[in-house]
């Protein structure tokens, strides 16, 4: 949150038992869901960091095709 204002972090910690998720919501609704049981936390990063590159990219070319 220190370098993107926009960003929210909610947290839900259960001790039930249940599988290790880390869920994502971005801004647009789209959704990541990671099982912690199969990745490593270098995984999840790596992962959550390619999603955002790709959206980001996906925003530069929409202003792109607006303003030419």
Do not use: W, Y
């Amino acid at each position: 949150q220190a370098t993107n204002t926009n960003c929210e972090v909610t947290a839900d910690v259960r001790h039930d038992g249940s599988e290790p998720v880390v869920d994502v919501t971005f801004a647009d609704g789209d959704r990541l869901i990671m099982k912690g049981a199969h990745l490593t936390t270098g995984e999840m990063l790596t992962a959550l960091a390619s999603r955002c590159n790709a959206k980001d990219l996906k925003e530069e070319q929409k202003s792109k095709k607006k303003n030419p």
